[in-house]
Protein backbone atom coordinates (compact mmCIF):
# COMPACT_ATOMS: atom_id res chain seq x y z
CA UNK A 1 0.00 0.00 0.00
CA UNK A 2 1.10 3.30 -0.95
CA UNK A 3 -1.15 5.44 0.95
CA UNK A 4 -0.75 6.16 4.49
CA UNK A 5 -3.13 5.04 7.20
CA UNK A 6 -4.24 8.18 7.71
CA UNK A 7 -5.36 8.96 4.55
CA UNK A 8 -7.20 5.56 4.59
CA UNK A 9 -9.10 6.55 7.46
CA UNK A 10 -10.13 10.05 5.90
CA UNK A 11 -11.10 7.71 2.83
CA UNK A 12 -13.44 5.38 5.34
CA UNK A 13 -14.85 9.15 6.42
CA UNK A 14 -15.75 9.64 3.10
CA UNK A 15 -16.88 6.15 2.34
CA UNK A 16 -19.25 6.38 5.41
CA UNK A 17 -21.54 8.95 3.67
CA UNK A 18 -22.82 6.68 1.49
CA UNK A 19 -24.64 3.32 1.53
CA UNK A 20 -22.11 -0.01 2.08
CA UNK A 21 -22.85 -1.15 -1.51
CA UNK A 22 -22.42 2.39 -2.97
CA UNK A 23 -19.17 2.66 -1.87
CA UNK A 24 -17.84 3.92 -5.20
CA UNK A 25 -19.42 6.83 -4.94
CA UNK A 26 -16.42 8.14 -2.52
CA UNK A 27 -14.17 8.07 -5.81
CA UNK A 28 -13.66 11.71 -6.12
CA UNK A 29 -12.97 12.22 -2.18
CA UNK A 30 -10.90 9.52 -2.61
CA UNK A 31 -8.63 10.93 -5.30
CA UNK A 32 -8.76 14.29 -3.64
CA UNK A 33 -7.29 12.69 -0.50
CA UNK A 34 -5.19 10.67 -2.18
CA UNK A 35 -3.40 13.31 -4.56
CA UNK A 36 -3.06 15.47 -1.60
CA UNK A 37 -1.01 13.34 0.02
CA UNK A 38 1.07 12.05 -3.09
CA UNK A 39 0.88 15.12 -4.88
CA UNK A 40 -0.27 13.53 -7.82
CA UNK A 41 -2.19 10.17 -8.74
CA UNK A 42 0.45 7.76 -10.57
CA UNK A 43 -1.63 4.66 -12.17
CA UNK A 44 -0.16 2.47 -8.59
CA UNK A 45 -2.41 5.14 -6.32
CA UNK A 46 -5.51 5.54 -8.94
CA UNK A 47 -5.05 1.22 -8.55
CA UNK A 48 -4.72 1.28 -4.87
CA UNK A 49 -7.96 3.80 -4.71
CA UNK A 50 -9.91 1.48 -7.07
CA UNK A 51 -9.19 -1.57 -5.13
CA UNK A 52 -9.93 0.24 -1.70
CA UNK A 53 -13.24 1.32 -3.17
CA UNK A 54 -14.21 -1.93 -5.17
CA UNK A 55 -14.28 -1.04 -8.52
CA UNK A 56 -12.37 -1.34 -12.01
CA UNK A 57 -8.57 0.36 -12.06
CA UNK A 58 -10.32 1.88 -15.56
CA UNK A 59 -13.65 3.64 -13.79
CA UNK A 60 -11.13 5.22 -11.22
CA UNK A 61 -8.96 6.25 -14.14
CA UNK A 62 -11.70 7.82 -16.31
CA UNK A 63 -13.21 10.38 -13.11
CA UNK A 64 -9.44 11.08 -12.78
CA UNK A 65 -8.64 11.69 -16.09
CA UNK A 66 -12.35 13.57 -16.78
CA UNK A 67 -11.27 16.45 -13.96
CA UNK A 68 -8.87 19.11 -13.90
CA UNK A 69 -8.03 19.32 -10.60
CA UNK A 70 -6.84 15.48 -10.76
CA UNK A 71 -3.26 15.56 -11.48
CA UNK A 72 -2.17 12.42 -13.80
CA UNK A 73 1.68 13.58 -13.84
CA UNK A 74 3.75 15.74 -10.83
CA UNK A 75 3.23 19.31 -11.00
CA UNK A 76 5.37 21.78 -9.39
CA UNK A 77 5.52 23.14 -6.18
CA UNK A 78 2.64 26.31 -7.12
CA UNK A 79 -0.42 24.38 -9.57
CA UNK A 80 -2.44 27.62 -11.11
CA UNK A 81 -5.10 26.35 -13.03
CA UNK A 82 -6.69 29.63 -14.46
CA UNK A 83 -9.97 29.54 -15.50
CA UNK A 84 -10.97 29.76 -18.97
CA UNK A 85 -14.53 29.62 -19.40
CA UNK A 86 -16.28 32.22 -21.16
CA UNK A 87 -16.96 34.72 -18.20
CA UNK A 88 -13.56 34.71 -16.97
CA UNK A 89 -12.56 35.08 -21.22
CA UNK A 90 -14.84 37.93 -21.23
CA UNK A 91 -12.94 39.79 -18.37
CA UNK A 92 -9.31 39.21 -19.69
CA UNK A 93 -8.16 35.46 -19.09
CA UNK A 94 -7.12 35.24 -22.55
CA UNK A 95 -4.88 38.28 -22.02
CA UNK A 96 -3.61 36.75 -18.48
CA UNK A 97 -2.73 33.60 -19.12
CA UNK A 98 -0.88 34.83 -22.41
CA UNK A 99 1.10 37.48 -19.95
CA UNK A 100 1.86 34.18 -17.42
CA UNK A 101 2.63 31.66 -20.39
CA UNK A 102 5.01 34.56 -21.24
CA UNK A 103 6.36 35.36 -17.55
CA UNK A 104 6.67 31.55 -16.84
CA UNK A 105 8.16 30.75 -20.19
CA UNK A 106 5.77 27.62 -20.31
CA UNK A 107 2.52 26.51 -21.65
CA UNK A 108 -0.60 24.96 -20.49
CA UNK A 109 -0.12 21.71 -19.06
CA UNK A 110 3.68 22.63 -18.01
CA UNK A 111 6.10 22.92 -15.07
CA UNK A 112 8.78 25.01 -15.16
CA UNK A 113 12.24 24.17 -15.34
CA UNK A 114 12.81 24.94 -11.32
CA UNK A 115 9.64 22.69 -10.28
CA UNK A 116 7.99 25.74 -8.75
CA UNK A 117 4.90 26.07 -11.41
CA UNK A 118 2.69 23.93 -13.38
CA UNK A 119 -0.04 26.14 -15.64
CA UNK A 120 -3.28 24.56 -16.45
CA UNK A 121 -6.26 25.22 -17.58
CA UNK A 122 -9.22 25.52 -15.52
CA UNK A 123 -12.97 24.97 -15.73
CA UNK A 124 -15.67 27.17 -13.69
CA UNK A 125 -14.63 27.70 -10.23
CA UNK A 126 -18.02 29.24 -9.27
CA UNK A 127 -16.38 32.86 -9.37
CA UNK A 128 -17.77 34.53 -12.33
CA UNK A 129 -18.76 37.82 -10.37
CA UNK A 130 -14.77 38.07 -9.54
CA UNK A 131 -13.38 37.28 -13.18
CA UNK A 132 -11.20 36.08 -14.17
CA UNK A 133 -9.93 33.58 -11.39
CA UNK A 134 -7.27 31.34 -10.83
CA UNK A 135 -6.96 28.45 -8.02
CA UNK A 136 -3.60 28.19 -6.45
CA UNK A 137 -2.86 24.07 -5.51
CA UNK A 138 -6.75 23.86 -5.91
CA UNK A 139 -7.26 24.83 -3.18
CA UNK A 140 -6.76 28.89 -3.12
CA UNK A 141 -9.07 31.11 -5.23
CA UNK A 142 -7.33 34.61 -6.67
CA UNK A 143 -9.87 36.77 -8.19
CA UNK A 144 -9.79 39.58 -10.38
CA UNK A 145 -6.41 39.00 -11.58
CA UNK A 146 -5.15 41.16 -14.36
CA UNK A 147 -1.55 40.92 -16.29
CA UNK A 148 -0.31 44.24 -14.06
CA UNK A 149 -1.02 42.36 -10.66
CA UNK A 150 1.14 39.11 -12.18
CA UNK A 151 4.40 40.09 -10.73
CA UNK A 152 3.53 40.70 -7.64
CA UNK A 153 1.48 37.72 -7.50
CA UNK A 154 3.81 35.24 -8.72
CA UNK A 155 6.64 36.59 -6.18
CA UNK A 156 4.27 35.67 -3.32
CA UNK A 157 3.71 32.49 -4.50
CA UNK A 158 7.52 32.23 -4.89
CA UNK A 159 7.98 33.63 -1.28
CA UNK A 160 5.73 31.11 0.30
Known amino acids: MTLSADALKK???EVAKYPAEQKQSAVMAALTIAQH???WLANETMQEVASYLGMPP???YEVASFY?????KPVGKHKLSLC?????QLQGATVVGDALKKKLGVEYGETTADGCFTLKEGECFGACGDAPVFLVNDRHMRAKITSEKLDGFIEELKKA
Open 11 to 13: IDR
Open 84 to 88: TNLPC
Open 68 to 72: TMYNL
Open 58 to 60: IAV
Open 37 to 39: EKG
